[in-house]
């Protein structure tokens, strides 16, 4: 079983959210459901979106999960094809305190463009 397989099922019994229910929240049905469950198939990016949202976690932890990327953080990438890259190879070595300090310049910064 895979990482999000066990993910995926591990959130919906802990909701106590049955397959079927869960699959008519989200627009899938309970075998769709089942069979990710099961490590037979995978989430869409635009699914696991929805999955994350009916099941009240984080989309990225879930995106991390299935080994995808969120479709806003490829459209950064295809718009910053350089820069994009360039700075995650800057920043690799960072330790999470620096990484928290970058995370609240960047949230200043997106506010000041609100």
Same mark, same amino acid.
């Given at each position: 079983? @895979?990482?999000?397989a066990?993910?995926?099922?591990?959130l919906r019994t802990?909701?106590r959210?049955g397959?079927r229910?869960?699959? +008519?929240? #989200?627009?899938?049905?309970?075998m !769709?459901?089942?069979n990710?469950e099961k490590?037979? @198939? *995978?989430?869409s990016? /635009?699914l696991i =979106? +929805? *999955? /994350?949202? /009916?099941l009240g976690?984080?989309?990225?932890? %879930?995106? !991390?999960?299935a080994n995808q990327?969120a479709?806003?953080? #490829?459209? =950064?990438?295809?718009?910053?094809p350089?820069a994009v890259?360039n700075?995650? +190879? @800057?920043a690799k070595? *960072?330790?999470?305190?620096q990484?928290e %300090?970058?995370?609240k310049? =960047?949230d @200043? %910064?997106a506010?000041?463009n609100?």
């Amino acid at each position: 079983m @895979s990482n999000f397989a066990e993910y995926l099922k591990g959130l919906r019994t802990e909701q106590r959210i049955g397959v079927r229910e869960l699959g +008519r929240e #989200v627009g899938v049905t309970g075998m !769709h459901i089942s069979n990710m469950e099961k490590g037979k @198939s *995978l989430p869409s990016p /635009a699914l696991i =979106v +929805r *999955l /994350a949202e /009916a099941l009240g976690t984080d989309v990225d932890e %879930m995106s !991390h999960q299935a080994n995808q990327i969120a479709p806003e953080i #490829v459209g =950064v990438i295809q718009n910053q094809p350089k820069a994009v890259p360039n700075f995650l +190879r @800057s920043a690799k070595d *960072l330790t999470p305190e620096q990484w928290e %300090m970058l995370q609240k310049q =960047v949230d @200043s %910064m997106a506010g000041d463009n609100k």
